[in-house]
């Protein structure tokens, strides 16, 4: 119990700060917009280390990127498998969350006018795509990068200039030691600000919860209620039919003799780096051989993150609901499962803050203030523990259709002799 506490003693010290902020809401109605400001200061800091904490963490973790001494036949089909995975993932969250209408409120537009930044301007009129394209992607002043209306060509501007760093080799270590440095400095600051969310959240949640009833509490019970079933359906459903896929009947078998460790740990520790050891165990006493599971399961870890984009299009969604964005077409359906998928699979890859920088990818290109962030600080808390397991269990899953395409057929049986052997 004592490191379970340990383990989510945030994410309960942030759920409790929800609840007594809705509690708080309902009770005092619109007086509890007092509470604002408390709510704004959270909001302001965050906003002060967007910036840093983008360019920072994406350009260093980059500019780190060492080859796999791996085959490339392995590394070829892991990202193969990621792929159509994470597709089968983002389908999944559309499902669960594309029919329901996650948060009812009839205040859309004053809930985005009171969350507008007076900062902000609309000359999106008579624009086109190509046009659109090259505002969000470019600026074209250094300064604007350095702006957080401008977020995606920051992170572009930071990618590229990751590479650079790898590019120049020996010549930007100089440049590498000095981001470390202040990439530690603005996680020790961002440590320090999470000292005060609670405060913040739960202010910002009773002032939202008063003026706009509690039809958004309500949303947030629903989301939750709809994420963990989509996450059961994807566990025992989905896994089992990869199991069925990747080796019939006794690789169903196996796969549910072996996982449970690896599930239990996900839950216990609500860190998929710490279930890495349970990972690779439940993957080599399924028969996964070892190059494969020891590829695949540490690369998984920072790309291949199942529960994160299910959780991505949920949020998508409940904003999308909450703001009253008509989505409900073709064009909207491929603009959800594309978002969802870009800003899980190559932003929350990046090994600290890219939670937050994903979040904040989500409602810039959905196209909606930043001041929104908050709320899908509320939905990554709830949803953080089924998530986890489905990141961490995705990824023995996906183990087994890799040693399928990679061993043929009978891989269980030739990777078990193989350890036989080296035993």
């Not at 085959?71 to 389908?91: A, D, M, Q």
């Not at 994807?234 to 039919?241: E, G, I, K, N």
């Not at 460790?261 to 050891?277: F, N």
């Not at 001041?371 to 087994?400: F, K, Q, R």
Request: hydrophobic residues 50%; proline residues 3%.
């Amino acid at each position: 119990m004592k490191n379970f506490f340990k383990n989510y003693k945030q994410t309960v010290i942030l759920l409790l700060a929800v609840v007594i902020g809705a509690i708080i809401g309902l009770c005092f109605g619109e007086q509890a917009k007092v509470l604002s400001p408390l709510g704004d200061i959270f909001i302001n800091l965050m906003f002060v280390i967007i910036i840093p904490l983008i360019f920072l963490t994406i350009s260093t973790s980059i500019s780190k990127v060492k080859e796999p001494k791996r085959v490339g036949k392995i590394l070829g089909t892991v990202i193969l498998v990621f792929i159509i995975t994470s597709l089968v993932s983002v389908v999944i969250g559309l499902v669960f969350s594309y029919p329901f209408k996650l948060v009812s409120t009839e205040n859309s537009a004053e809930i985005r006018t009171a969350l507008q930044e007076e900062t902000e301007e609309s000359n999106d009129e008579d624009i086109s795509i190509l046009d659109r394209t090259v505002q969000v992607l470019t600026v074209n002043d250094f300064v604007g990068l350095f702006s957080r209306q401008n977020i995606v060509a920051l992170i572009v501007f930071s990618i590229l200039f990751g590479c650079a760093m790898r590019a120049a080799g020996e010549k930007a270590e100089a440049v590498k030691n000095v981001l470390d440095s202040l990439t530690n400095v603005i996680m020790s600051l961002l440590n320090i600000i999470m000292y005060y969310a609670p405060i913040g959240i739960g202010a910002y949640f009773a002032a939202l919860i008063g003026t706009f009833g509690a039809t958004i509490a309500v949303g947030y019970l629903k989301t939750f209620i709809l994420y963990v079933i989509a996450c059961l359906v994807t566990y025992f459903a989905v896994y089992s039919l990869y199991a069925l896929i990747a080796g019939g009947k006794t690789g169903v078998k196996r796969f549910w003799g072996a996982i449970i460790p690896a599930t239990v740990t996900a839950l216990a520790t609500c860190s998929s780096a710490a279930s890495i050891p349970t990972n690779l165990q439940a993957a080599h006493k399924i028969g996964v051989s070892n190059d494969i599971a020891e590829t695949l399961i540490p690369l998984g870890t920072s790309f291949h993150k199942d529960g994160s984009i299910i959780g991505s299009v949920f949020k998508a969604m409940f904003l999308v609901c909450l703001f009253g964005t008509n989505v409900y077409s073709l064009g909207g359906i491929a603009q959800i499962l594309l978002i969802s998928l870009v800003a899980t699979l190559f932003i929350t890859a990046v090994p600290v803050g890219g939670g937050t920088i994903s979040e904040t990818m989500i409602i810039t290109m959905l196209g909606y203030p930043l001041t929104a962030l908050p709320i899908l600080t509320i939905i990554a808390t709830i949803i953080d523990a089924p998530a986890t397991v489905l990141n961490v269990v995705g990824d023995s899953a996906s183990s087994m259709l890799a040693a399928r395409i990679i061993d043929g057929k009978d891989w269980m049986n030739q990777n078990r002799e193989e350890k036989k052997l080296t035993d």
